[in-house]
């Protein structure tokens, strides 16, 4: 059975730091494809990153720059570090796995799609 679970939310201020992790069992996170999607409340879900199975990173627009997705095999771990957080950032952060790396970059981009999705973990930056 395959599970993905998120952590690592927390309230922070504008111009602050946080680091989400993504604990994948069922499957090793470097055979996999493992995203981070975001949503707010009255938006659709928005793509922010996803690493597949050889490593290659693919990140949303309105990210780049600031977001570091990375693992740790060792603990079948996904990471999320974001940096310069700004209010807009603000959104509840789901992580998802799938084993199709070769639909990884397209599945990130619709925002959708992924096979197996967390409950979600909620980022919220003040001003």
């Known amino acids: 059975q395959v599970q993905v679970v998120e952590s690592g939310g927390d309230s922070v201020q504008s111009g602050g730091s946080l680091r989400l992790s993504c604990v994948v069992s069922?499957?090793?996170?470097?055979?996999?494809?493992v995203g981070w999607f975001r949503q707010a409340p009255g938006s659709d879900r928005e793509g922010v990153a996803a690493?597949?199975?050889?490593?290659?990173?693919t990140y949303g627009d309105s990210v780049k720059g600031r977001f570091t997705i990375s693992r740790d095999s060792a603990k079948n771990t996904v990471y999320l570090q974001m940096n310069s957080l700004q209010p807009e950032d603000t959104a509840t952060y789901y992580c998802a796995a799938d084993p199709r790396n070769d639909m990884c970059t397209l599945l990130l981009h619709a925002g959708a799609g992924f096979r197996y999705w967390g409950r979600g973990t909620q980022v919220t930056v003040s001003p």
């Open positions: 069922g499957y090793t996170v470097d055979s996999i494809c």
């Open positions: 690493v597949k199975d050889e490593g290659y990173e």
